[in-house]
């Protein structure tokens, strides 16, 4: 999965504490997306953004969850306030520009697995 | 946005030929199937992408009927190493993939 970069890798939090994930897309790539994974399950979309515009975030928890994509810098993944409940592996995707006509897959980082203690 | 069925796992031995076979009766006329491969510890690695008929890369097959309801996965001569979870899902330009739990394959020496 070499391109899209996560950290941390493992980020221990207590309740209450809050929990910034960070993704570095590909080069060239302009759309990103946050995906979660409790263990043995698939992965759950939370949101789709591209440079300074969230497009989707359908999957986002209504509270303490946000996530940026600033014009220059990584992608950010914020927890506000967290609870055992949000201890699971959180996977960034991106893909590049579409064209019409095309497809592009994702292609994924290895994760930030985040432990509520 | 179409839903997927996959068998939940499945058995191989070393050097067989495995396929994984999926369901997408609801899919959408601009929709894509695409496969992945994820192993403990990491995120999702793209394996296959095909819209119809038959798609070979250096790793698999992927084969789709005319009707498009169905794909089937195929892997040749299967290595230990290829003990993972795929999983298949069909999109439309890459907007909000939704993931199924997968197929767990073991491979067995």
């Known amino acids: 999965n070499a391109g899209v970069m996560q950290n941390p890798r493992h980020l221990v939090r207590r309740r209450g504490q809050e929990a910034r994930l960070r993704c570095s897309p590909m080069?060239?790539?302009?759309?990103v997306y946050w995906y979660r994974q409790l263990p043995e399950e698939g992965l759950k979309f939370m949101v789709y953004?591209?440079?300074?515009?969230?497009?989707?975030e359908s999957g986002m928890p209504k509270e303490r969850f946000s996530a940026e994509f600033p014009k220059e810098g990584p992608s950010i993944l914020r927890i506000q306030q967290v609870v055992r409940g949000d201890s699971a592996a959180y996977f960034c995707?991106?893909?590049?520009?579409?064209?019409?006509?095309?497809?592009?897959?994702?292609?994924f980082g290895d994760g930030t697995r985040l432990s509520i203690l | 946005l179409a839903k997927t069925t996959q068998p939940i796992s499945m058995d191989s031995y070393e050097g067989q030929e495995v396929n994984i076979t999926c369901s997408h009766n609801?899919?959408?006329?601009?929709?894509?199937i695409t496969w992945y491969q994820q192993f403990p510890s990491q995120g999702p690695r793209f394996i296959i992408q095909?819209?119809?008929t038959k798609v070979t890369n250096e790793v698999a097959s992927l084969f789709i009927p005319a009707d498009r309801k169905s794909s089937t996965l195929s892997l040749p001569r299967v290595s230990l190493s290829d003990t993972a979870v795929y999983y298949c899902?069909?999109?439309?330009?890459?907007?909000?993939?939704?993931f199924g739990a997968g197929t767990r394959l073991f491979v067995k020496a």
């Open positions: 995707a991106s893909s590049p520009q579409r064209r019409s006509g095309e497809n592009q897959p994702q292609h």
């Open positions: 080069k060239g790539h302009s759309h």
């Open positions: 953004l591209q440079k300074e515009n969230i497009i989707d």
């Open positions: 609801n899919i959408a006329t601009n929709d894509y």
């Open positions: 095909g819209y119809k």
């Open positions: 899902l069909v999109d439309t330009g890459g907007f909000k993939t939704i």
